[in-house]
């Protein structure tokens, strides 16, 4: 029985379950860190997740490892996707349900 038990061990893939959970915790990264990049620097930071994405891209191509490469490629369209989060939490904000910057908005007032 627990010789039966250990050989199905062995021959069960976690690759997936792996994927899986690291999957969720690099989208559930990203709803904070959309929040904290609006928070402080606004809709500019678009372009930080642009450039994330488009780096996690290339190194997801040119990485052999397979769990490597899609964990890097998950990363990539969580950063496309969050250029899209970013513009939707300007409106979150302004709609009151987050907290402006203060400070951020004293700069914005004073450009305009």
């Given at each position: 029985?627990?010789?039966?038990?250990?050989?199905?061990?062995?021959?069960l893939h976690y690759e997936g379950l792996l994927v899986g959970?690291?999957?969720f915790l690099i989208i559930g990264l990203f709803h904070p860190l959309v929040i904290k990049a609006?928070?402080?620097w606004?809709?500019?930071s678009w372009w930080l997740f642009f450039i994330a994405g488009l780096l996690t891209l290339?190194?997801?191509?040119?990485?052999?490892?397979l769990i490597g490469s899609i964990l890097l490629g998950v990363t990539s369209f969580s950063c496309f996707w969050s250029i899209f989060?970013?513009?939707?939490?300007?409106?979150?904000?302004?709609?009151?349900w987050f907290p402006?910057?203060?400070s951020r908005m004293k700069k914005d007032n004073t450009q305009q």
């Open positions: 029985m627990f010789l039966s038990v250990m050989s199905l061990l062995e021959t959970a690291a999957t609006e928070y402080y606004g809709v500019k290339c190194l997801s191509l040119c990485l052999d490892a989060e970013v513009f939707e939490q300007k409106k979150r904000v302004e709609r009151g402006k910057n203060p």
